[in-house]
């Protein structure tokens, strides 16, 4: 129900940007969250925002960088992710995570708080 892409191999400093398309059922109301692992590490929070894009939150190690947004009426959640570096190199997954619709900024960076997982798109930055 979720799906994420544009992931590809970009070189330090360049930009991508990710999608995460949703189908099947509207994720207006929940928080989107961006996910990354890196190979032989665990799974670590890079940016959320909440459902009605009031609210957005980073890792630090991206602040800066990365920005999410969300356009409701498309179902999707982008991630654009400018300054690369190797460091970011990971397969990005996208979740869902419902917090309730009256509270326009809740968000949240724990994974067992999202209730639905893409299948994640793998970015690799070249130094």
């Known amino acids: 129900q979720l799906q994420a892409f544009g992931g590809g191999l970009v070189q330090a400093g360049g930009s991508l940007r990710l999608s995460c398309a949703a189908s099947g059922r509207t994720f207006s109301t929940y928080a989107m969250g961006w996910f990354r692992q890196a190979p032989g590490k665990e799974r670590e929070f890079v940016a959320t925002i909440s459902w009605s894009g009031a609210s957005t939150y980073y890792a630090d190690s991206v602040k800066g960088r990365f920005t999410i947004s969300r356009d409701n009426a498309k179902n999707t959640v982008y991630l654009q992710m400018n300054s690369l570096k190797p460091a970011d190199t990971a397969v990005y997954y996208c979740?869902?995570?419902?917090?309730?619709?009256?509270?326009?900024?809740?968000?949240?960076?724990?994974?067992?708080?999202?209730?639905?997982w893409g299948q994640g798109t793998l970015v690799t930055v070249s130094s």
């Open positions: 979740a869902a995570a419902y917090l309730g619709s009256t509270a326009v900024g809740s968000i949240s960076i724990e994974p067992f708080k999202y209730d639905y």
